[in-house]
């Protein structure tokens, strides 16, 4: 089964600056893909930023960019120039792409929660 | 609607009775799925609809929840018996289809159920 580690419980960071987050995560599987989701005090989970595996380049977002290691299995999420309204609880995520068994569903982890600082 | 739709956004209630969550999701969207969020933990699965079928309940605690979906639209979750365990947020989301596999779920807000 795989596993999604998000080895820092809390973050904070100074407004304009920039915060990594980091994720590592456990499987078997060559081809997945890996997502960032952001909760807001509203509860609602927000997609931030996705990559597929199989692309050896780096997804960008705007502010938002991902550091994916592959052979590591490490997906960091580096937030640049950071905002208020960036301040949330960050949850990493994987999904199988195999055709069979359990592709359907999304295995997170237990989140980190940013505070940004004015 | 613009989103996914959860109701009632909080629900309080008393240890052994019966509570029924429901989820709206974005229309046309063929898949729906339920998650558990307790306090300090993420998301746990706990069932995933197709259409109006679940081909997935593993994520089920216990036979005391139960969900369904008809129209290939609304889906409610019910609680039977509930217990202080069951305390958490309880997430809906919903996506165009399961292929690809890349596509983004949707979520609603969730509701916050408080078991005392």
């Known amino acids: 089964a795989q596993t999604v580690t998000q080895s820092q419980p809390e973050m904070s960071v100074q407004e304009a600056e920039t915060v990594t987050l980091s994720c590592t995560y456990d499987t078997s599987e060559s081809d997945y893909y890996l997502f960032w989701y952001k909760q807001p005090p509203s509860r609602q989970m927000i997609l931030v930023i996705r990559q597929e595996a199989y692309k050896q380049q780096n997804a960008t977002e705007n502010r938002f960019s991902v550091n994916f290691q592959k052979a590591a299995k490490s997906f960091s999420l580096k937030i640049s120039d950071s905002q208020l309204g960036d301040a949330a609880m960050y949850f990493c995520?994987?999904?199988?792409?195999?055709?069979?068994?359990?592709?359907?569903?999304?295995?997170f982890g237990k989140g980190t929660l940013l505070t940004v600082n004015p | 609607g613009a989103g996914v739709s959860q109701s009632p956004s909080n629900k309080v209630t008393e240890k052994g009775k019966d509570v029924e969550l429901r989820c709206d999701p974005i229309s046309g969207h063929t898949a729906l799925y339920w998650y558990r969020q307790s306090l300090g933990q993420g998301l746990e699965f706990l069932i995933y609809f197709q259409g109006n079928s679940a081909p997935d309940k593993s994520g089920l605690p216990s036979d005391r929840f139960s969900a369904e979906r008809t129209g290939g639209s609304v889906s409610t979750l019910t609680i039977q018996r509930t217990q202080q365990e069951d305390s958490a947020v309880y997430l809906c989301a919903s996506s165009l289809a399961v292929v690809p596999r890349n596509s983004p779920l949707h979520f609603g807000n969730g509701t916050r159920l408080t078991v005392t």
């Open positions: 995520a994987y999904r199988s792409s195999n055709s069979g068994g359990s592709n359907y569903k999304l295995t």
